[in-house]
């Protein structure tokens, strides 16, 4: 990928690594799979879909 600038740039960059720093997220991760049993894979499907859905919407928005 092209380096671009952005003002979060080093939390982007780490965010591999260290996941994100909201903790309500991880608590969400949690609570789908072990009071839901879902799987990793299944949550992971999940948020890449809804990444797919909010990028499909944000170039939808600014298509001219």
Do not use: S
Not at 27 to 32: A, E, F, I, P
């Amino acid at each position: 990928m092209t380096p671009r600038h952005h003002p979060d740039r080093h939390d982007l960059d780490d965010w591999a690594l260290y996941g994100p720093k909201n903790p309500e997220i991880g608590q969400l991760v949690d609570r789908l799979a072990f009071d839901h049993g879902l799987r990793v894979k299944e949550i992971e499907d999940f948020i890449l879909q809804a990444l797919k859905n909010r990028v499909a919407e944000e170039e939808a928005r600014h298509k001219p």
